[in-house]
Antibody, heavy 115, light 107 residues
């Protein structure tokens, strides 16, 4: 059974850092590309980042380029999103999702950036 | 960045009616890598269609996708009560990947 469980969200001040985790089960990260997608309160979906199945290629949305880093640990089957220099506009529920067109999603973790 | 434009913003229908959602891109989406998602309140998105027209596993046959290049359509042949939700298109052919702004299907 495929499962994705995000954690690491919380309240953080502008300019600070936070690392999100996504523990996956029922499949191996080496076999799938993985995404982070976010959704600000009451707003639409906003794609954030992707890492390829071989872990060699990563792409980012312009809004997070150079501030966020997507990575993974294939031994523990955990996907990460390191978020630095956080801004108020980064406030959102962050989802991890599997695949090219993501077919499995986690339940999301809320990140609130506020002073 | 490919900006996707969805229309209409809100679709008001009754159960049993046909729903048609539009998604447009300013230039061709590579390999027609266009997906559609349904999102109910408080839930994660659910993949409906990938590759513009392939139905995801477990998705009812009343959902269908069509189109290519720059214009894509999601159709629900006969709307069921559980279909009232927000629908998003996404292009995953050229990074950075992008979503449309969504269409709300209301009763």
């Amino acid at each position: 059974q495929v499962q994705l469980v995000e954690s690491g969200g919380g309240v953080v001040q502008p300019g600070k850092s936070l690392r999100l985790s996504c523990v996956v089960s029922g499949f191996n990260l080496i076999a799938y590309g993985m995404h982070w997608v976010r959704q600000a309160p009451g707003k639409g979906l906003d794609w954030v980042a992707v890492i390829s199945s071989d872990g060699q290629t990563r792409y980012y949305a312009d809004s997070v380029q150079s501030r966020f880093t997507i990575s993974r640990d294939t031994y523990t089957n955990i996907l990460y999103l390191q978020m630095d220099s956080l801004r108020v506009e980064d406030t959102a529920v962050y989802y991890c999702a599997r695949g090219g067109a993501p077919d499995h999603w986690g339940q999301g973790t809320l990140v609130t950036v506020s002073s | 960045e490919i900006v996707l434009t969805q229309s209409p913003g809100t679709l008001s229908l009754s159960p049993g009616e046909r729903a048609v959602f539009s998604c447009r891109a300013p230039h061709n989406i590579r390999n027609d890598y266009l997906a559609w998602y349904q999102q109910r309140p408080g839930q994660a998105p659910r993949l409906l269609i990938y590759g513009a027209s392939s139905r995801a596993p477990g998705i009812p046959a009343r959902f269908s996708g069509s189109g290519s290049g720059t214009e894509f359509t999601l159709t629900i042949s006969r709307v069921e009560p559980e279909d009232f939700a927000v629908y998003y298109c996404e292009q995953y052919g050229s990074p950075p990947y992008t979503f449309g702004q969504g269409t709300r299907l209301d009763i």
